[in-house]
């Protein structure tokens, strides 16, 4: 199935239109391109519904989120679902501060989101409004793995039905649902986390591959997470061959999604049908 | 005449001004740098005036514009005009939306550029102020090839008298003109589509050169793109033998230009004068 | 000392809350993940003291200063005073506009600094707040050689007593005073000066340093501007090695960041205790 979501790319190179932080914008205008599209980044109120109106899907990532861009979003999100375009969300540090868990609040209440990102400290905070205390990053006991995986799909799943969407939980063990299909995906690194953009990237990735895929947005969220993942692999193997550190690794991840193909995929795609 | 133009880059390393977009903007400091220069980024409205002041030359970049910068850049103009300084301007996505066709047409108004930058697309955009839908980036059907490109130059020289200024269009075949003297580049690579910035760390390149060269405006634009295309060659050739994807192509672009001499630019450039 | 420094921050991996400009802000983030902390960047004025409050220190670069962003900057800072968090200036380009001049001085005024980090004409400007016109990198008559050593390093004491903090100005040779204890680091390469972001990151790395240590901030102080330049001499040698230019030489610099471990710091490191 991958194969063909790929080829689907290919043939239509999308147009994904980003609203995201000024940290990893670049990051994620590179891995826009990488992965077969073509990023617009354009976040003024005047402009951004023109813009969704010339793009094929639209990501919204709140990690710099200032009260400028937040009226920014909304208006964008509302005419994505307007045009029927995939929407995706990263809740970025949800939980770390009133402003965001408010703005969050409002755009999950304004716009139908086709897949929420995110890791699993955000996924909580979004899903009880709670404050949690460790910032933008991962909280240690929020990691997914073996022990409490059942747990934690159960619970991810409800968040999916709760939004009627996707739900892309990245850690040690990402976890991708519908709420009622649901996939474990075991590719990945533990430098992606040493770096910045991870988080961001891959939700660039998953709304690229949305924007050729309308149909299929569980099935190429799965794909994005996994891509993204295998492409942390490789690019860790790389950085240790050639005795480089984590800007290396930065630079190949990128390298590898955008050499990434179907036989690589379908070669070391660790993805378990729950 | 090249090795003269770069030699007063270095005799007088230039402050380059920017005010860009926050996508590719660290692309563009570092490109300043790598061409010899020291770039200075400044945009509230209430210092552009105090940094034109100590800069050599102004490059205005529209890529992510918005309501608080567009006043910025109107003030940098008319005063970089005032004092006689070298504007260069890269009307990104122009066409794409009803802000950025009204923005760069007040610039245009306002402000006399010595050189303007774009792909064909935008300096098609730019002189029919007509609607276009394919975003930021170029359109298939306006990619200048040698089927029409002496429709092509005929129109770019157009442009440039209707604009009084150097008119740059990047592309397959790029073209440069002064309204009189024209220039054909057919250096570069594909892979300059697949990151994101390339058109704008052009625009640095030329606004840096022209800094040191101020009576030289359409050689030192000839002399930027041809770098730039170069350097795209240069960085293909090694991702290919290094096995490497879109982000080290990035890094060796801007690495080659940092690298630049006059004997290597004498060897590799291919310019046609028409 | 340096050995049990680096273990503090092993120990206690911090969150490092960076109110950073545009340009440098995705190398600022990384070089905190590379020197062991996590990085919020964060400036929206209704979540900076929210994000303080879950943060170990503050780093303030003013950088691409703007009207919206100086209030959030006191208000953070104000914050982590109340809070007792280290905070970190770089006061970046004072002295190149009225706006620099007015903020750096408001904040100084309002907020207590732990460290202040500049070249030396930033740091004569903050001294005398008269007007350099070279902008935003150092003057050539600012550089700090073995000719004015002595004459420097009573100027920087001077400076580090009227704002009752450490005072680290980096150059050919770094000095790092607190008014009485003085070290004077000699390593760094030239090619520090050809990529951007050199000057933010030292910041970012002090500022990840101090808030694993905040009883040390004089000794961090000195061990990040000595990790930062080893780094720089470290990439240095790569980029010749293997025929690259600056921006490999800006990956590389992050990677040895990233690598620094105590061995490595004391073999190579050239403090001298004045």
């Known amino acids: ?101 408010e703005s969050v609040k409002t755009l999950i209440d304004e716009i139908d989101f086709s897949v929420i990102k995110g890791n699993m400290s955000e996924i909580k905070a979004l899903y009880t409004n709670a404050k949690n205390t460790g910032g933008v990053d991962v909280q240690e006991d929020d990691l997914v793995d073996n022990q409490n995986i059942e747990e934690a799909i159960e619970f991810v799943k409800k968040v999916a039905k709760k939004f009627n969407c996707v739900i892309a939980v990245t850690g040690a063990i990402d976890i991708v649902t519908d709420s009622e299909k649901v996939c474990l995906i075991r590719n990945g690194h533990a430098m992606m986390s040493k770096i910045t953009g991870t988080g961001c990237m891959t939700g660039s990735v998953i709304a690229t591959y949305c924007a050729s895929n309308k149909d299929n947005i569980f099935a190429v969220s799965v794909m994005a997470v996994t891509v993204m993942g295998l492409s942390g692999e490789k690019a860790y193997e790389k950085i240790v061959e050639r005795e480089e550190g984590t800007s290396s690794f930065r630079t190949y991840l990128i390298d590898t999604v955008s050499l990434m193909d179907f036989d690589t995929l379908k070669k070391y795609a660790k993805i378990e049908i729950v």
């Open 1 to 101: 199935m991958f194969k063909k979501l790929l080829e689907n790319i290919k043939l239509n190179p999308p147009l994904v239109h980003n609203i995201t932080n000024y940290v990893t914008v670049n990051d994620c205008a590179n891995i826009v391109l990488a992965a077969g599209g073509s990023p617009l980044m354009a976040d003024d109120v005047n402009e951004v519904e023109d813009i969704v109106s010339i793009s094929n899907s639209l990501y919204i990532n709140v990690g710099t989120l200032n009260t400028r861009v937040i009226e920014s979003m909304l208006k964008a999100g509302k005419k994505a679902n307007e045009l029927g375009l995939p929407v995706v969300l990263d809740p970025v540090g949800v939980g770390a501060s009133k402003l965001r868990n």
